[in-house]
């Protein structure tokens, strides 16, 4: 069982910068927690993958919409996951959440790879 705790949401002026936390537990790298992800729901639309880091040798991959604006990263014990988060737009707001996964959810970035989920953090970017 993998528990994932996301923070670091909150209201932010359309151009700032935000970082987002999620504390991975317990910690050490298994199977299912090969990789962690950061995920985004805007109300109305469907959940959409937004960077993934495959947490042993850290290769990071982006969805293009995020790419040069957000940076995934982890913390020296790979027990605690960032998401950076600059030049923000309107558009960005969203309910953000974590995710652990298998090698293939980060290779592929589809949902189904990652099976286990943190309760989201709100990110609410004003213009």
């Known amino acids: 069982q993998v528990q994932l705790v996301e923070s670091g949401g909150r209201s932010v002026q359309a151009g700032g910068s935000l970082r987002l936390s999620c504390a991975v537990a317990p910690s050490g790298i298994t199977t299912t927690s090969r990789c962690v992800g950061w995920f985004r729901q805007a109300p109305g639309k469907e959940r959409e993958g937004v960077a993934r880091i495959y947490r042993s040798v850290a290769n990071t991959y982006y969805a293009d919409s995020v790419m040069g604006r957000f940076t995934i990263s982890q913390d020296s014990t790979k027990n605690t996951v960032f998401l950076q988060m600059n030049s923000l737009k309107p558009e960005d707001t969203a309910m953000y959440y974590c995710?652990?996964?298998?090698?293939?959810?980060?290779?592929?970035?589809?949902?189904?790879?990652?099976?286990?989920w943190g309760q989201g953090t709100q990110v609410t970017v004003s213009s």
């Open positions: 995710a652990a996964g298998t090698y293939t959810g980060c290779v592929t970035g589809g949902r189904s790879s990652f099976g286990y």
